[in-house]
């Protein structure tokens, strides 16, 4: 029988491969094709991007011990999306630039404060964890709730044209794969965030799933012709 330790590796191996899997988003070749955002919002991947930090210094040995395959998949995530944001700030216009740089700007100051507050003023990695752990659970939920903004508008429109549906099934399986992660050997600061994190993907799902069968049934209705009133 395999020990929590393996089992841990491995389901954490199943979570980079999520990842990795989903980096190839069909948003983002979509985007580079048409050379435009059109109305997608770039909110989840700015989330994401601190989200990801965070849990990389969670990860340290002198924050958390036994943590370092959360640093390392992290660390992985947080290249994806700095390559998503890219992607997305070279076909944005400038509202949507601005938004992104100032958005990076303040995640980029907050960062840098938090990490001087934990190796300066608490010691230990008791301490250090809490205060950390604290923080990303706060900043986890915030990514898991960012496309609530545009679950807002799928149900205001009936559309799901642009809620990214594979952003919503990662939410949906990377949520999952953290929780049995943080549930094999208790970690209650995973545990928490992903455990809502899974239940926000599944709405996200089901939303999709709810208003995909319209936007369809829309697509395949014949075009009305207009024609000119004659004299």
């Known amino acids: 029988m395999m020990n929590p330790e393996t089992v841990r590796t491995i389901v954490g191996i199943i979570g980079l491969c999520f990842f990795l899997n989903f980096f190839f988003c069909p948003t983002f070749i979509k985007i580079w094709k048409e050379k435009s955002v059109q109305s997608f919002k770039p909110d989840p991947y700015i989330a994401t991007v601190l989200n990801c930090a965070m849990w990389v210094f969670y990860g340290m040995p002198f924050v958390h ?129 992903n455990g809502l994190g899974t239940l926000s993907g599944l709405v996200q799902v089901v939303l999709y799933a709810t208003y995909y069968k319209r936007d369809d049934d829309v697509s395949t209705q014949p075009a009305v012709e207009l024609q000119r009133p004659t004299a």
């Open 65 to 193: 011990p036994d943590s370092l395959l959360v640093a390392t998949i992290n660390g992985v995530g947080f290249f994806i999306e700095i390559a998503y944001l890219t992607i997305f700030f070279t076909f944005s216009d400038w509202p949507k630039r601005r938004k992104i740089l100032i958005a990076l700007f303040i995640e980029t100051i907050f960062f840098c404060v938090v990490v001087a507050i934990t190796m300066v003023f608490l010691h230990g990695t008791k301490t250090r964890s809490l205060f950390i752990g604290i923080l990303c659970i706060i900043f986890n939920i915030l990514m898991y709730a960012s496309p609530l903004t545009v679950m807002k508008r799928v149900i205001k429109t009936k559309s799901v044209k642009f809620m990214p549906f594979y952003l919503s099934l990662a939410n949906l399986l990377n949520g999952a794969v953290w929780s049995v992660y943080a549930s094999v050997k208790l970690d209650l600061n995973v545990l928490i965030p």
